[in-house]
């Protein structure tokens, strides 16, 4: 359906249902009556089903007439019955009901069937059944689909399942590059982190230090922990590592985790749960401690105080 138009979308209809018939030389209505007769005359039943509605109603501008022929089959021939049972349109929203005349509105009809997002199980259903068929056994761990499913079901993803597929494929191939065998988690967030980046190096250049700071900490419990999520506890064990190597005050971390929450930088389900989706800690890390080091050493070339009264020897 990739650019369908009219013409494009019931030649494809008729050659799906009679690929032995030819399509040429006839127009988008002629293809429409002519599927309508083969499909009386040989018996045959069928339900039409078009995904991606609200995207062709989108990029073309006859596309609506599509729901508008589609939703009147039994009008082509009303002496005749009509074989085909049903038609189904799939759409992401109803916004593209703006775009529609209030005859196709009509009999599409104001009530549509809305399904919610999947669920972390649903997704993960899903992955664990077209990973046996992808991948060699052994490959993806349940940690991986834990991972991936928990990204996918996350509110920027909405339950994408094509995200999650693309995510594991190029993990997949990123896996492959290294030799590692299987798929580990840090590819994923690599992965993740190119595709769905939460951060970037201008993002990080405009936070305040002591944003920075907690950042580290979160990131540091993180590696260390071997977890996507980690407690409240745990970072402020580990922002009192770093105030002891970078000589600083005591460094309160809620206020700033509340800050970069705030930013869509990192996420906060619980004071249990707090962790981030980055390309790749091990990569981050060293970005944050130049920062840190950069800021240190303009403070102690200008006057020695360093960001929020903070002492920097």
Known sequence: MQGGNKYTIYRLLLERVAPELPAQGMSAEEMLRYLLRYLRENKIYVIIILDEIDYLVKINKDSGGIIYD??????FDPDKPCNV?????????????????????????????????????????????RCSEAFNANAIGSDIIDEVSKFTTSPSVNGDIRFALDLLLYAGNLAESRGTGRVLVDHIRKVHGQIHPSITTPDIEELPKNQILTLLALIRALRTKKRQYVDLKEIRLSASELAEEFKLKKLDVEDHLDDL????IIEIKSLKEIGMHVKSLNELEPML??????RNDHRSRSDGIGENGDRVE
């Open 85 to 129: 049972k049903g038609v189904i349109f799939i759409a992401r929203s109803t916004d593209f009901y703006s775009k529609l005349d209030s005859a196709e509105l009509s009999t599409l009809g104001r009530v549509p069937i809305e399904f919610t997002t999947y669920s972390i199980k649903q997704v993960s259903d899903i992955l664990v059944s």
């Open 289 to 294: 401690q130049r920062q840190i080091n950069r």
């Open 70 to 75: 589609l939703t009147r089959l039994n009008e």
């Open 261 to 264: 929450h705030a930013k869509n």
